[in-house]
């Protein structure tokens, strides 16, 4: 057994005792990155303790934040409304108008947000975001004189949903503290802004992406309880009902009753690393973070992190000792960089893979994970040896080796990495999506146990889920990876109910629809 040291991760390499080893240590990395139905049934359990413990009690890292948004849109809505989506370094306007049969128009325009305007006085920042409404509101009427006749909401003012990318306390649809710098409630500082412009424009609601994405889904297609994000980051928001909320206490949305988005925080869950299965190549990333013991359901699962798990593996190759596995132990400034290898590369090594060419032999995918045998031309079939020239490329390219130092085998183990690191990540993607089914009532019981049940919140209807984000959008069989994992939590009559379609613009539309759901609880 070697111990492959790697930048001070201590990584069980099973490399150096000839081809035996070298299989061996193809086999403990799979063990290591593998999820069984016990591990799988093991992290859901602990995810829905968790929900319970975040609806009953403020201050856990998995928040699970009451929205005050007390339904979703059937599509047949009509109006126009106005959102305001202010992120890290962009602000973008939006006006989207919603036609009643599911479809909506939209219109938008982006404004430069500079750091000085980031990190100085609030009135300044609020000030800026007003004229920018100001701005887009009179080039839209100059485009189209006729636009003011489709605002109609009983009002002269147009109502807008603002989607503020910071931490925030939020206690109704309509209020909410900012947490960083300013301890004062964004929607007053905004709607102050645009009264001291004389604008016929009323904020109506704060609302994160992730609702936005649910709401955003709900228009679409008449409906949907479960709003993700699978891209850069995670996180989930459903629709839960307000009694099961008990730390609303004697707020006046829990005498109402009913349901309410709530949005979890997932990306915190099991931040204490209980049940996540933590590899050395996780605990190197976390390590290395900007933000260490922190979102640790994100760091296994998202985009932003995928690329630098994988790299921290193929690193512990290069070192294995006393001979290297892959790159005949040569490290590139690209792979010795950090964050040098993105998930753009691994879901282009996967498309190369998953191509047009099919599925190679059962003989074939096992001679392709034994590290101890050379990849000779000859004894592949042709399609596996057309799809490997393809992922030769894509590594010379994504990490700046020369022609020939990436070997069919090199070639072999990247594909292997990649597919190792993401299944695990799509698997476990599916346990917050299994959490939501159980907690609103798709189903009762895990793996074995698992039944099918009649949801309180969406009697008769299918499990609708909104998901944003580009590892859903777009890395190969992503989707078909987490339902493999859905069938084995909640059994396959479930897992066909579930209905995952893509909700596009979650803080631009959906906090316009936002909007929408505001001024319908305001004529209640």
């Known amino acids: 057994m070697a111990i492959v040291v790697v930048d001070g991760v201590d990584a069980e390499i099973r490399s150096n005792r000839g081809s035996k080893g070298r299989r061996g240590g193809s086999d403990l990395l799979r063990v290591q990155f593998t999820l069984d139905e016990d591990a799988l049934i093991s992290i859901t359990s602990h995810f829905h303790k968790l929900f319970n413990i975040g609806l009953s009690e403020y201050g856990h890292p998995m928040a699970m934040i009451p929205t005050f948004v007390t339904g979703v849109p059937d599509g047949t809505e009509t109006g126009t409304f106005l959102a305001l989506d202010l992120g890290g370094t962009n602000l973008r306007v939006c006006q989207v108008e919603l036609h009643g049969n599911k479809t909506f128009t939209l219109k938008q325009q982006k404004y430069r947000v500079t750091e000085a305007l980031k990190t100085g006085e609030a009135s300044v920042l609020f000030d800026y975001l007003a004229d920018s409404v100001d701005a887009f509101l009179t080039a839209s009427a100059e485009e189209d004189s006729d636009r003011s006749n489709a605002i109609d909401v009983d009002s002269n003012a147009i109502p807008l949903g603002l989607t503020f990318s910071f931490p925030v306390e939020q206690t109704a649809i309509d209020k909410a503290f900012c947490l960083q710098r300013i301890n004062k409630d964004v929607v007053r500082l905004l709607q102050d802004a645009f009264d001291r412009k004389h604008l016929h424009v009323e904020c109506v609601a704060l609302v994160n992406d992730t609702v936005g994405a649910g709401l955003s889904r709900a228009y679409t297609t008449g409906g949907c309880v479960l709003g993700a994000i699978f891209g850069t980051g995670t996180n989930g928001a459903y629709l839960e009902q307000v009694a099961n909320i008990t730390k609303l206490g004697n707020n006046s949305a829990a005498a109402a009753g009913g349901v309410m988005m709530v949005n979890t925080e997932w990306g915190a869950f099991d ?18 973070s900007i933000n260490p013991r922190y979102q640790a359901y994100e760091k296994f699962i998202s985009g932003m992190y995928l690329g630098e798990i994988t790299r921290n593996l193929l690193l512990a190759l290069v070192d294995a000792t006393p001979k290297p596995i892959l790159f005949n132990g040569k ?111 798709y189903a009762t019981g895990l793996g074995k146990d698992a039944r099918a049940a009649e949801p309180a919140v969406a009697k008769g209807k299918p499990y609708a889920i909104g998901i944003d984000g580009s590892l859903y959008q777009h890395y190969p069989e992503f989707e078909e990876r987490m339902r493999e994992a859905l069938r084995i939590l909640l059994g396959e009559e479930v897992e066909k109910r579930v209905e995952m379609g893509l909700a596009k613009d979650g803080s631009g539309v959906g906090a316009a629809l936002c909007a929408l759901q505001a001024t319908k609880n305001k004529k209640l």
């Not at 209980?274 to 990333?285: H, I, Q, W």
């Open 271 to 288: 931040n204490a690393r209980v049940v996540l299965p933590t590899t050395p190549f996780d605990n190197k990333l976390d390590r290395e």
């Open 331 to 441: 490290a590139t400034e690209g792979l010795n960089r950090h964050y040098g290898l993105d998930t753009e590369m691994l879901s282009l090594v996967e498309s190369a893979w998953t191509g047009d060419a099919g599925v190679p032999r059962v003989e074939e995918e096992a001679t392709l994970r034994d590290f101890s045998v050379p990849l000779a031309k000859e004894r592949l079939a042709p399609s596996t040896l057309q799809r490997l020239e393809k992922v030769q490329k894509i590594v010379q390219e994504h990490l700046g080796y020369e022609p020939g130092e990436v070997s069919l085998r090199d070639a072999a183990i990247v594909r292997w990495a990649a597919a190792l690191v993401v299944r695990r990540a799509a698997r476990l993607s599916a346990c917050g999506v299994a959490t939501v089914a159980i907690q609103i009532g």
